[in-house]
């Protein structure tokens, strides 16, 4: 009798944790949404060193696929490696820059780690997280980038999309 409703309470609470997970899952809150689109952004923006001889039209697709999660007018301001400031502004032009770009490289493996989302209003978002970025041009050695990066995002549709993306400054001696 008493290992019976043992039994039961074991698996009702399992049954319990298992709902709210699933739930979780399958509806998940602004702030994971936001973590998720932006997952999801670097999965697009990455590339393996086979998958890059696909040709000018599977690279205008991927450039096309990766300014969707952009605004029309969003910019973007990262410092590279050499501490110079790389400022795009828009959609095409973050296009044209991809396009340009990825015939130079052989691959490309971008990463975000530490998200921190704070949420302004019902339809505006902000995401601060540490961007890692490796890739290989031609035969060269593989070359490494992390800066911690603002995200600002606006909802749109039903959709998270990117309004501005800035480095934070690093400070220097």
Request: avoid cysteine.
């Given at each position: 009798?008493?290992?019976?409703?043992?039994?039961?309470?074991?698996?009702?609470?399992?049954?319990?944790?298992?709902?709210?997970?699933?739930?979780?899952?399958?509806?998940?809150?602004?702030?994971?949404?936001?973590?998720?689109?932006?997952?999801?952004?670097?999965?697009?923006?990455?590339?393996?060193?086979?998958?890059?001889?696909?040709?000018?039209?599977?690279?205008?697709?991927?450039?096309?696929?990766?300014?969707?999660?952009?605004?029309?007018?969003?910019?973007?301001?990262?410092?590279?490696?050499?501490?110079?400031?790389?400022?795009?502004?828009g959609r095409e032009q973050?296009?044209?820059?991809?396009?340009?770009?990825?015939?130079?490289?052989?691959?490309?493996?971008?990463?975000?780690?530490?998200?921190?989302?704070?949420?302004?209003?019902?339809?505006?978002?902000?995401?601060?997280?540490?961007?890692?970025?490796?890739?290989?041009?031609?035969?060269?050695?593989?070359?490494?980038?992390?800066?911690?990066?603002?995200?600002?995002?606006?909802?749109?549709?039903?959709?998270?999309?990117?309004?501005?993306?800035?480095?934070?400054?690093?400070?220097?001696?």
């Amino acid at each position: 009798m008493v290992k019976n409703k043992i039994i039961s309470i074991s698996i009702i609470t399992v049954l319990v944790i298992g709902g709210f997970f699933l739930y979780r899952y399958f509806f998940p809150n602004t702030e994971r949404k936001i973590i998720r689109h932006l997952n999801s952004l670097v999965e697009t923006v990455s590339f393996a060193r086979s998958e890059n001889s696909s040709g000018q039209i599977a690279t205008a697709l991927w450039a096309e696929r990766l300014a969707e999660y952009f605004t029309e007018n969003a910019t973007i301001m990262l410092e590279d490696v050499t501490e110079q400031i790389w400022s795009l502004n828009g959609r095409e032009q973050l296009k044209q820059t991809m396009l340009a770009a990825r015939p130079r490289l052989e691959s490309l493996d971008v990463s975000i780690s530490d998200p921190v989302v704070f949420i302004k209003s019902s339809t505006t978002g902000q995401a601060t997280v540490t961007i890692k970025a490796r890739w290989q041009e031609g035969e060269l050695d593989s070359n490494f980038w992390a800066r911690e990066a603002v995200f600002e995002l606006e909802k749109r549709d039903q959709q998270w999309l990117i309004i501005k993306v800035e480095s934070v400054p690093v400070i220097r001696r």
